[in-house]
């Protein structure tokens, strides 16, 4: 915790304890006094409030830890719970991705393609992942990845993490919306298991683009919807100022997507969220991905299929007149 | 109470499908600004007779430019947007569909219709680009997932017509899901050897872009209309320049092989029947 350079407004009480407790452990150094009555009551004062800030956060909250730096990216989800990773470049037609990584993997025993929209952290770093915005490329790169993956009969599993497909000039000629309605389609009859998680920001078709799964899950601080909040906001308020507003009205958290029959499930992090101990999401995040390689790698194809068109099928809530 | 039992009942009674329009009544055209008398820029299949520009028209227009006599059955006519989300922005999304309901006279983005387009049997799906920018979210998702399935059953084949600002934000990351949903439906479709084409028109941009209208066996457009995933205005944000003339228009599309071609308003329903007769091996006719 102490480490968290990235520190946001609605955590400040809990830090302003912290610093009041090192205080506290200085004096007590310091003077050979013992406070350990008082110590001991203020550790249990910041236990208690972080239950209560981060057991009540509000939506646009999990938007900022959704985009926290530390948070691990796909990259590092990738180190921590695979083997054998050997990355995959290339969409054979126009250039590399970087925004979009993938390549072949085993977690546990089974063989895998994993796939995932990828952030950097500093500037530089950001700026060669384009932000985690892929092109048209990004798209194409993670369709051919997939169409080898069913080639030889290797679960899918996809990482989504991204502030949406790169509106961009380049990406227009060479055919964004194309791309991602390809991978919609593509995915939906993909003839082997696929598991899709958000794990940071879902933001609208450059999110979905890879989403298509027999299971989704999102992790427990992350969000996905049609729009961020901020550009609804723009839209619909004519201003960018209300993001907080537009977060609650669009209903975007994992608890919401579950709620709506969107999502299959969420995925726990720390108290806090996933930068606070990333060794809890991957061991989390592993031991979801096992469970459903066991159940999907037992299913048969036409009914895996049948199953996912079906799930997505039921998606949406009409009324008649 | 669902919302919808707010809105009386002489709203939502159809209007007739085709009134005539009289002479004498003047239409300016947007795209050269000449007055054109009405009734013939009708009879011209709503294009300007001076330049050829396009008028936007909706589902009304294209059902009466394709079915014969402009006689068709009209699927899911009574379906209509629920609330899922609650959604509230300065206008609380239920007030948002009533004065859409009252504006258009349609009940939602899309009408989807079976009949007879020159003798031959056709599903079309058409947007309304009046009804909340032809924006998509559960109905337009479930009514065109329908049309599909009505097409898989009969085994007719498929024409949609987008026109659409992209995905409904009012229903949140259902709208989303549609783009899923839709697409599953067309690759159900696909797998059938039905034709699908899509048509675009102007505008037709965002989810519906990264979606159904780019899943067509053909992708065709009419001429001059705007296509594309990011709208204008945000592109023209992220690169801080100002954009080449003609960037995202059906002509720039086609010159970067994302259109099989463009087809003028005139001369579409004639193209389309000799292309599914094709695709359906049928015997040409006449
Ligand atoms: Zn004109």
């Not at chain 1, 979009?100 to 992942?129: C, H, N, T, W």
Request: with cysteine; glycine share 8%; hydrophobic share 40%.
């Amino acid at each position: 915790m102490e480490n968290n350079k990235q520190i946001f407004e609605f955590e400040r009480p809990i830090y302003d304890l912290i610093t009041r407790l090192e205080e506290m452990k200085a004096i007590t150094s310091e003077n050979q006094v013992d406070m350990s009555g008082a110590v001991a009551v203020l550790e249990k004062n910041i236990l208690e409030l972080k239950n209560n800030i981060y057991s009540n956060l509000n939506r646009w909250q999990k938007v900022q830890i959704s985009r926290h730096t530390n948070r691990p990216y796909t990259l590092d989800y990738i180190e921590a719970i695979t083997t054998e990773f050997t990355e995959l470049f290339g969409d054979r037609q126009v250039k590399d991705d970087k925004a979009m990584v993938g390549g072949f993997a085993r977690i546990g025993e089974y063989p895998v393609m994993i796939i995932g929209q990828q952030k950097g952290r500093d500037l530089k770093s950001r700026q060669f992942r384009n932000f985690g915005m892929p092109n048209p490329e990004g798209y194409r790169k993670a369709l051919r990845l997939m169409r080898l993956a069913e080639k030889f009969g290797v679960p899918v599993i996809t990482l989504i993490d991204t502030p949406g497909a790169y509106p961009g000039l380049e990406a227009e000629e060479r055919g964004q919306g194309e791309a991602i309605a390809r991978n919609l389609l593509e995915m939906s009859v993909l003839k082997t298991p696929v598991i899709c998680v958000v794990i940071g920001e879902g933001a609208s078709g450059g999110a979905l683009g890879i989403g298509i799964g027999d299971k989704v899950y999102m992790l427990e601080h992350t969000w996905y919807s049609v729009i961020s909040p901020e550009s609804c906001s723009s839209i619909l308020w004519r201003t960018w100022e209300k993001k907080e507003l537009a977060a609650e009205a669009l209903k975007l958290s994992a608890q919401d997507n579950l709620e709506l029959g969107i999502i299959d499930g969420i995925i726990p992090e720390p108290l806090g969220g996933a930068h606070y101990d990333h060794q809890f999401v991957f061991n989390a995040l592993k031991e979801q991905l096992l469970s459903d390689l066991d159940v999907l790698t037992k299913t048969d194809t036409p009914t895996l299929i049948q199953n996912r068109i079906e799930k997505f099928s039921k998606m949406g809530v009409v009324d008649y007149i | 109470m669902s919302w919808y039992k707010r809105i009386s009942e002489n709203i939502l009674t159809p209007t007739s499908e085709k009134k005539e329009v009289p002479d004498g009544i003047w239409t300016q055209c947007p795209g050269c600004k000449t007055a054109i008398s009405t009734k013939t820029i009708h009879k011209n299949a709503y294009v300007c007779t001076t330049c050829n520009h396009h008028l936007q028209i909706g589902s009304r227009e294209y059902f009466e430019i394709l079915f014969d006599e402009n006689e068709f059955t009209e699927m899911d006519a009574n379906m209509i947007s629920a609330d899922p989300l609650e959604f509230k922005d300065t206008k609380a999304y239920p007030d948002r569909l009533i004065d859409s309901i009252k504006k258009t006279k349609l009940k939602d983005a899309v009408r989807t219709a079976h009949g007879k387009s020159n003798g031959l049997d056709l599903v079309v799906v058409c947007m309304d680009f009046s009804f909340i920018g032809g924006s998509m979210g559960s109905v337009v998702g479930e009514k065109i997932c329908n049309a599909v399935k009505f097409c898989i059953e009969n085994r007719f084949p498929l024409l949609i017509i987008s026109r659409s600002g992209g995905a409904r934000m009012m229903e949140g990351a259902l709208s989303l899901m549609q783009m899923a949903k839709i697409s599953a439906n067309l690759a159900l479709l696909s797998q059938n050897g039905l034709p699908y084409i899509s048509l675009m028109t102007d505008p037709t941009t965002g989810g519906v872009t990264a979606s159904y209208a780019m899943l067509g066996d053909l992708n065709i457009a009419e001429p001059n209309a705007l296509i594309g995933f990011a709208g204008p205005r945000v592109i023209k944000e992220t690169i801080g320049q100002n954009l080449p003339e003609g960037f995202q228009r059906s002509e720039f599309l086609l010159e970067h092989g994302f259109l099989d071609f463009i087809i003028d308003r005139k001369d579409l329903k004639d193209k389309l029947s000799s292309l599914l007769k094709i695709m359906q091996k049928l015997p040409s006719g006449e």
